[in-house]
């Protein structure tokens, strides 16, 4: 059985960092290609930052590229997101999501991942 534990999340100022961690048990991690995305309330699911297995290449949306850093520690099995220079609209439920499969073209597509955690709220006030 696979899961996902995230921790981290929190409340901070605008402008603050906050580091996610989401380890990952009951499947070879460095098999998956892993991910982090958030809901905000009455938003639908977004793609934040996601890296590859074997190698890990990176992809990022444009509203975090610059200010998070997504990484992953194959030998701890746990997957970061560092965040940096927080905005309000960065509050929201951030999820880490796995998958074995996955190529560059369907990193940003939440279906496409097989694995979810089940999500730690951040919340950004300014």
């Known amino acids: 059985q696979v899961q996902l534990v995230e921790s981290g999340g929190g409340w901070v100022q605008a402008g603050a960092s906050l580091r996610l961690s989401c380890v990952v048990s009951g499947r070879t991690f460095r098999d998956l290609s892993l991910a982090w995305f958030r809901q905000a309330p009455g938003k639908e699911r977004e793609f934040v930052a996601a890296?590859?297995?074997?190698?890990?290449?990176?992809a990022y949306s444009d509203s975090v590229k610059s200010r998070f850093t997504i990484s992953r520690d194959n030998s701890k099995s746990t997957l970061f997101l560092q965040m940096s220079n927080l905005k309000p609209e960065d509050t929201a439920v951030y999820y880490c999501?796995?998958?074995?499969?996955?190529?560059?073209?369907?990193?940003?597509?939440?279906?496409?991942?097989?694995?979810w955690g089940q999500g730690t709220q951040v919340t950004v006030s300014s």
């Open positions: 890296i590859k297995r074997y190698g890990g290449a990176t």
């Open positions: 999501a796995a998958g074995p499969g996955l190529i560059t073209s369907t990193l940003r597509v939440g279906s496409a991942y097989d694995y």
